[in-house]
């Protein structure tokens, strides 16, 4: 079945750091990715999306390419604020199904 | 409201007690989704509606877990005689009909069982 892994957390970084957060998929299909952002004591919400290959999503200086060759999804960052204090989920959603497949989640800490 | 609202937020019970957790989506929105997110791990599926149609009851754990979806609108997670295993956040998401990609989430349900 359809499976989502991240990189294990906690991360923690330092203010103006760079920040990668790896993610790999197995889909059977063509599926849609995406990452999802908890901020403490908010909801689950959306922070960028890719629905095909070589696609890059990006919102608020996160970027993620959907890389079909090597079945990734990895969430950049070029210089991390302490705001960006959350749990990132990568997930996925397989062409004609209803739900989302996670991944189990990285929590990132930043330092100012 | 706007968004997605959940309650209760927090909810601690009994070993053995049943409990009900309730989703009022966004307005509009005719797709329904429930997913579990314990501790260490990610989320996990649990149910999904779209309008009139059946459910896809595929990520139910067992069948002590049901949810039934009145009207089209408000939905209810029923988890009968609890095990501490249930413990963990329940989130409900809502979206418009063929768009699994633009759910939003509501706040959640912490369920602690004792």
């Known amino acids: 079945g359809d499976s989502v892994t991240q990189m294990e957390g906690p991360v923690t970084l330092s203010e103006e750091a760079f920040l990668t957060i790896n993610c790999t998929y197995t889909?059977?299909?063509?599926?849609?990715l995406f990452w999802y952002v908890q901020y403490p004591g908010e909801g689950l919400q959306l922070l960028l999306k890719?629905?095909?290959?070589?696609d890059k999503g990006s919102n608020k200086g996160f970027e993620a390419t959907y890389r079909k060759e090597t079945t990734s999804f990895h969430l950049e960052k070029g210089s991390v604020q302490v705001s960006d204090s959350a749990v990132y989920f990568c997930?996925?959603?397989?062409?004609?199904?209803?739900?989302?497949?996670f991944g189990q989640g990285t929590r990132l800490t930043i330092n100012p | 409201g706007a968004g997605v609202s959940q309650s209760p937020s927090n909810k601690v019970t009994e070993k053995g007690k049943d409990v009900e957790l309730r989703c009022d989506p966004i307005?509009?929105?005719?797709?329904l989704y429930w997913y579990r997110q314990s501790l260490g791990q990610g989320l996990e599926f649990l149910i999904y509606?779209?309008?009139?149609?059946?459910?896809?009851k595929s990520g139910l754990p067992s069948d002590r877990f049901s949810a039934e979806r009145t009207g089209g609108s408000v939905s209810t997670l029923t988890i009968q005689r609890t095990q501490q295993e249930d413990s963990a956040v329940y989130l409900c998401?809502?979206?418009?009909?063929?768009?699994?990609?633009?759910?939003?989430f509501g706040p959640g349900t912490r369920l602690t069982v004792l």
């Open positions: 998401a809502s979206s418009l009909a063929g768009l699994a990609q633009m759910q939003f």
């Open positions: 889909a059977t299909g063509y599926p849609s």
């Open positions: 997930a996925l959603s397989d062409q004609g199904a209803q739900k989302l497949v």
């Open positions: 307005s509009g929105h005719t797709a």
């Open positions: 890719a629905t095909k290959a070589d």
């Open positions: 509606f779209q309008g009139n149609s059946a459910p896809d």
